[in-house]
Structures are given as structure tokens and as C-alpha cells.
């Protein structure tokens, strides 16, 4: 799992503790507050389409410049040989 996860809402900030509570906090249309954009409205996310967006975002995590390519991590040789 990515870890703890701050995002910024409308007042101030929210603590999710991983990427599902932060859909879920969204699906459900954020947290009703005299700031709350009037485009802001529940998702009604499936469980299922909540878990493809929980893989999603799990896929997308990587360690920047210098990761490995897709290849390399399914033929570790690969990355020896491009050295």
C-alpha cells in the first residue's frame, strides 16, 4: 500500500490512511461544508470499480528517474544488458 496520504480538501487538510479511504471519501462526494463546489457529487463507485482503482493507483507508484522498465522487471538480464 502507498502509506499515509494527505489531500487537500475544501477547509484545511484529511487524513486518509491508504488509497481506498481516499476513493471512498470521494465516491461519497467529499464532506458536506459551506465551501463545497456544487460540481462535487458522490461517484457511485461498484465495489469492483473501487478495487480497479485501488490496482490503478497501486501500478502507478515507482521510484522516478532511474526505475526500472517494464521489460527489465520481467527480464532482470535486460537491465544488465543495457549497462
Avoid: C
Amino acid at each position: 500500500m502507498l502509506g499515509v496520504i494527505y489531500a487537500m480538501v475544501a477547509v484545511g487538510f484529511t487524513l486518509f490512511f491508504g488509497v481506498l479511504d481516499v476513493i471512498k471519501f470521494y465516491d461519497k462526494g467529499g464532506e458536506p461544508n459551506p465551501y463545497l463546489d456544487g460540481g462535487i457529487v458522490p461517484l457511485k463507485l461498484t465495489d469492483p470499480e473501487k478495487q480497479d482503482l485501488v490496482a490503478f493507483m497501486e501500478s502507478l507508484t515507482g521510484q522516478g528517474a532511474g526505475s526500472p522498465t517494464r521489460a527489465e522487471l520481467q527480464d532482470p538480464a535486460k537491465k544488465e544488458a543495457s549497462r
